[in-house]
């Protein structure tokens, strides 16, 4: 078989471990610089709504990258609204008690039937088609836009795991921002900072349900100086068709992780927040924050800054496989870390 072939989704799954091996070595050896450092390459098993795949995850310069095999068909984007979601997702909302954002929302759209909602769906996902998706290996979490990763703190015992020489011409002043203030008074409001950024110098933001605190170095850059930055270092920002692809594994369903949007209290709803948490088929992660958007390699933007209505579907929306924000990009736009977010990708293509 090809190469190129063997890296196929299609063939990709049925291949031996020893196999996907040989050929694993060769995208190393072929697609990656020579100046990145590779450790910690090993196969791991990835599942998320019916479909598995079993995957190489490797860290390059200590960031996780998953192999996303290629597929030459994909099917992408959504033209269905609606279709094969529960009535409730959408059919269950209190005009009056929506943000204003919202309500003139529901107000211009009209959002009452099952079609306006459909129409609505589909105006705010992109168009379907087919693309030729080449194998990846694609960064696990993405990254404040504008930042390099350098490695973690921990805030109760100032412990720095990760690139400690890049971090100690910022350690003085990041360890500030961790001491309480001297008075009393201003004790008794003090908190920890959920992110702090020094502009040209570094970033810093909390990991969840964790003491410990991420540590970036930070950059200031428009969308196409990051772009020019990524390619000098041997990486890619992915193409909106290859985001889609990577994230939503190639299901024909509006959501990764299906078509369920009940996020409640119940056994159901607890199961549903549980996948949206969990790495995907792949073996990405994908932020449910909706604080932030995620950069392609054009001025498209997926994802988006949400708030919460109270309708599930209108809720859940932004986290769709083939949501594309209505926001664009400017040439001159700086990109600010507590706003985007960029997913680095090696493309393995001839």
Known sequence: MDFFDSLEWSNWKNLSDEVKSQQFRQVLMYFVSPLRKINEVKLVDFQLAGLKCRTFEIKIDNETFVFVPGNQEAILGWELGVQGLPTPAWDK?????????????????????????????????????????????????????????????????????????????????????????????????????????????????????????????????????????????????MTEDQWEYAVGGGTRRLFR????????????????????????????????????????????????HWDNSGIPLLDLLPLATYYRSPRKLLPEDELNPREFLYRKTILIKK
């Open 93 to 237: 909302h209190h005009p009056n008690s929506f943000p204003d954002k919202f309500a003139a929302l529901i107000k211009d759209y009209q959002l009452n039937t099952q079609e306006q909602w459909s129409e609505f769906v589909n105006l705010y996902t992109s168009e379907l088609r087919k693309s030729a998706i080449p194998p990846m290996l694609v960064q696990q979490t993405a990254l404040p836009a504008g930042t390099t990763y350098l490695g973690r703190l921990n805030s109760v015992t100032g412990e720095i795991t990760g690139e400690v020489e890049r971090f100690e011409p910022l350690e003085e002043s990041i360890r500030k921002l961790f001491m309480p203030p001297q008075s009393f008074e201003a004790s008794l409001t003090w908190s920890l900072p959920e992110n702090h950024l020094e502009k040209g110098k570094y970033y810093l933001e909390a990991a969840k349900d964790s003491d410990d605190y991420y540590i970036f170095e930070h950059f200031s850059c428009t969308h196409e100086q990051l772009r020019k930055i990524v390619r000098r270092n041997g990486f890619d920002l």
């Open 257 to 304: 992780w299906g078509n369920d949007v009940d996020t409640d209290d119940s056994y159901w709803g607890r199961q549903v927040k549980q996948q949206m948490k969990s790495p995907n088929m792949f073996g990405l992660t994908i932020s449910t924050a909706l604080d932030r958007y995620e950069l392609t390699d054009t001025m498209t933007l997926k994802m988006d």
